[in-house]
């Protein structure tokens, strides 16, 4: 008598069990990271969270860096709902990409431990990400990144087409906003800026959100019209 139905069942079992517990975790990781930041957050009192013991979390994930790319995942996943409605609002190449911008602005204003998350894995080397999360993981973020890219560069060839824009290559100016884009976000939450009083005396100023998103979509626009 054949077992090999019970042992798929088994398996697939298991695998379920593992895709709860790996959500499970990435959503503690998560509040954690939207509590305290992502520089706070660790391992240890995550799997508190969850009820497990840190071990587990290792077997999930092949080490933190994996976990908090996945966690990424999650946050890009809202962004990318979010990019889509911003490029549904309108039909004019102009107003569709302000809105795409402003709704980048607004979401990691409001998501602050996103813009730490992006941040700390772009400052990685791809080697070192190869060498510290799996391939499966790395296409899940691949994939998460691509798929808010898709939008921008999409409303970016439309208005090309349309002769609204002229972008030569629509994908490397929606890779170009994501990544500047992501260094203004930590400028608007940190709400300082540096300037000269006199020649040669620094001294600080304020800037808000609210200024930081009418730059971001002015510069858009502007490398967009050409």
């Known amino acids: 008598m054949s077992t090999a139905p019970e042992t798929d069942g088994r398996r697939r079992a298991a695998a379920v069990r593992r895709r709860a517990r790996e959500a499970e975790i990435i959503a503690a990781t998560r509040a954690r990271f939207d509590a ?8 240890d009192e995550i799997a508190a969270d969850v009820g497990i013991n840190r071990a587990i979390v290792y077997r999930i994930f092949t080490g ?3 976990l908090f790319a996945l966690t990424l995942v999650s946050y890009l996943d809202e962004l990318r709902d979010a990019l889509d409605d911003a490029a549904a609002s309108s039909t004019v190449p102009t107003e569709r990409l302000a809105a795409l911008v402003g709704a980048f602005v607004d979401y990691g204003v409001a998501h602050p431990a996103f813009v730490d998350c992006a941040q700390t894995l772009m400052r990685r080397r791809g080697e070192d990400l190869l060498a510290e999360i799996s391939e499966s993981a790395l296409f899940r973020l691949g994939r998460a990144i691509s798929s808010c890219l898709t939008i921008l560069s999409r ?5 090309v087409t349309d002769g609204a824009f002229t972008v030569e290559d629509p994908v490397l100016l929606a890779n170009t906003l994501y990544a500047s884009g992501l260094g203004a976000l930590q400028l608007a939450r940190v709400g300082i800026l540096v300037k000269e009083a ?3 005396l620094p001294t600080l100023g304020r800037v808000s959100a609210d200024q930081v998103r009418s730059h971001l979509v002015a510069s ?7």
């Open 36 to 43: 305290i930041g992502v520089g706070e957050a660790l391992i």
């Open 64 to 66: 933190k860096e994996e």
């Open 155 to 159: 409303v970016l060839e439309d208005g």
């Open 198 to 200: 006199a020649p040669g």
């Open 220 to 226: 858009a626009l502007a490398l967009a019209g050409g």
